[in-house]
């Protein structure tokens, strides 16, 4: 099982950008849905109204499942917005289905804002609490204490279950919170693909990735200080990254400086709401 969820654990849109393009390219097949009825504060989180060939319906804000046979593994794909109510109920209808299908791993996938530059390859962490998980995956150990979303009380649920959970994290840049992150989305994507053994769909947001480029650089422009800020990241990601191998999106999972940035989100995103 993939999982994400919009709202406070999805900076830049860039794990519910990666499950849905999972979901599209895939061709994942519709597996349930999630009665929003008794999870969702519609006044925060509103429906929105539809026309079809003139009839007005109403699109509730729906956490859905899907399903998809996928080279090396068989997938169920969890997107929808974090629900706002009765999170231990929710927990324990996601736990139904990784008992029902027998799910071996469920994955999570978040993001995160943090002083990092959109010009290097995007970071993302990988945690769990499971030995094996983390000797096979080259994940870091979990030790964050403090306010949590609905991930962490989604991997409270299962962590006496038989299905191993590990939750992946991609670091977009702060000074950027305000653009959706195709390019954390794919690093998010690659590494999840990776911990399944199929092939990641890179190339469906490639053009997107590219167009975040520009959107950056516009959105810098001739602003000095925050070009001398970038710089001085820059600086920052090259030091760290002469200690690890850097083919392609890097797993920082031992690096406690990028640890400490996700610790610091999650009680900041607490205080902001």
């Known amino acids: 099982m993939v999982a994400a969820f919009t709202g406070w654990n999805d900076a830049g849109d860039a794990a519910s950008t990666a499950v849905r393009t999972l979901i599209e390219t895939t061709g994942a ?13 519609f006044a925060t989180v509103r429906p ?3 026309l079809d060939d003139g009839r007005r319906n109403i699109v509730w804000p729906t956490v ?4 998809a046979s996928l080279p090396g593994t068989d997938a169920i794909f969890v997107l929808g917005p974090e629900p706002a109510l009765r999170w231990r109920l929710f927990s324990e209808q996601l736990r139904g289905v990784v008992e029902r299908f027998d799910c071996p791993r469920v994955l999570t996938l978040g993001a995160l804002l943090a002083d990092v530059p959109h010009t290097r390859p995007v970071h993302v962490i990988g945690t769990a609490t499971d030995d094996d998980l983390i000797e096979r995956y080259d994940l870091e150990r979990s030790r964050y204490e403090g306010p949590t979303g609905i991930v962490g009380v989604l991997h409270a649920e ?35 693909c990776d911990i399944m ?15 975040y480029e520009a959107r950056i650089a516009a959105l810098v422009g001739d602003d000095d200080d925050l070009t001398d800020h ?15 191998d850097t083919s392609g999106p890097i797993d920082l999972g031992e690096s406690e400086l990028l640890l400490d940035e996700l610790e610091q989100f999650l009680r900041d995103r607490d205080t902001d709401t």
């Not at 053994?197 to 167009?211: F, I, N, R």
């Not at 970038?230 to 690890?244: A, N, P, T, Y």
Request: proline share 8%; with cysteine.
């Open 230 to 244: 970038i710089e001085q990241l820059e600086l920052l990601v090259d030091e760290m990254d002469d200690e690890v």
């Open 48 to 50: 929105h109204i539809r």
């Open 64 to 67: 859905g499942l899907w399903h």
């Open 158 to 192: 299962l962590a006496d279950s038989d299905a191993g959970c590990a939750s992946l994290w991609a670091a977009v840049p702060g000074y950027a919170s305000q653009v959706p992150s195709p390019k954390a989305a794919i690093a998010l994507m690659e590494r999840a």
């Open 197 to 211: 053994g199929t092939p990641t769909p890179s190339s469906a947001l490639a053009d997107e990735a590219a167009d």
């Open 29 to 41: 097949q519709p597996l349930a849905e999630v009665d929003p009825e008794a999870f969702t504060d």
